[in-house]
């Protein structure tokens, strides 16, 4: 069985600094790309940032320049550096991942971590 298991989440004053980690657990071949998603109450999932094997990154217009998604793969592990951050990103983050356990790639989801900013 497959697991992410995240970590890092809390509280934290506007303009402050949380680094979130995700790691997958379990019996698996390989990872593909890897990615934060967020939601707030009410509203949908949305895209944070992913990051593929081979380092190519990609972000959400509205965390450009703050946020820094990396990735070790001897750990199997993605991080999401957040900086300055804002009331605004408050939210639950979700790591996610596609990882193969033998009959292609599957999309795997960590449990949620809640990050809330306050003003």
């Known amino acids: 069985q497959v697991q992410l298991v995240e970590s890092g989440g809390g509280l934290v004053q506007a303009g402050g600094s949380l680094r979130l980690s995700c790691a997958a657990a379990?019996?698996?071949?390989?990872?593909?790309?890897m990615g934060w998603y967020r939601q707030a109450p009410g509203l949908q999932r949305e895209l944070v940032a992913t990051?593929?094997?081979?380092?190519?990154?990609n972000y959400a217009d509205s965390v450009k320049g703050r946020f820094t998604i990396s990735r070790d793969n001897a750990k199997n592990t993605v991080y999401l550096q957040m900086n300055s951050l804002k009331p605004e990103d408050t939210s639950v983050y979700y790591c996610?991942?596609?990882?193969?356990?033998?009959?292609?790639?599957?999309?795997?989801w960590g449990q949620g971590t809640q990050v809330t900013v306050s003003s």
């Open positions: 996610n991942a596609d990882i193969e356990i033998g009959l292609g790639y599957d999309k795997y």
């Open positions: 990051i593929t094997d081979d380092n190519r990154s």
């Open positions: 379990g019996n698996f071949f390989s990872i593909n790309a």
